[in-house]
């Protein structure tokens, strides 16, 4: 199975923007499709963004729509959110997934196979 490690949260103000990065490792990245998952304080897991393998495909939590973007590099064995315009609502601990089916439409977080640890993202108001 694929290992996770992700980077770039931080602290930023309200409407500014952090790209996250998450690098891939282990497995064949290609044969996985990638999500972007986060949690706030005393709430559940929640559903950002997904991607297919080769990037044809993604999906969007309605808040974020226009906002956020994933993207992935195959390349590279790596995938990114590009977050603008960043809301203190989005303050949350950001997690990469990985899903061991190239075109997987799955939102649910106990679908996904493969977890980082983690990123904090805190908006300030």
């Known amino acids: 199975q694929v290992q996770l490690v992700e980077s770039g949260g931080g602290l930023v103000q309200a409407g500014g923007s952090l790209r996250l990065s998450c690098a891939a490792s282990?497995?064949?990245?290609?044969?996985?499709?990638m999500g972007w998952f986060r949690q706030a304080p005393g709430k559940e897991r929640e559903f950002v963004a997904t991607?297919?393998?080769?990037?044809?495909?993604?999906n969007y939590k309605d808040s974020v729509k226009g906002r956020f973007t994933i993207s992935r590099d195959n390349a590279k064995n790596t995938v990114y959110l590009q977050m603008n315009s960043l809301k203190p609502e989005d303050t949350a601990v950001y997690y990469c997934?990985?899903?061991?089916?190239?075109?997987?439409?799955?939102?649910?977080?106990?679908?996904?196979?493969?977890w980082g640890q983690g990123t904090q993202v805190l908006v300030s108001s």
């Open positions: 282990g497995d064949t990245f290609s044969m996985y499709t």
């Open positions: 991607i297919t393998w080769s990037g044809a495909s993604t």
């Open positions: 997934a990985a899903k061991r089916m190239r075109s997987s439409k799955s939102i649910a977080d106990l679908s996904y196979d493969c």
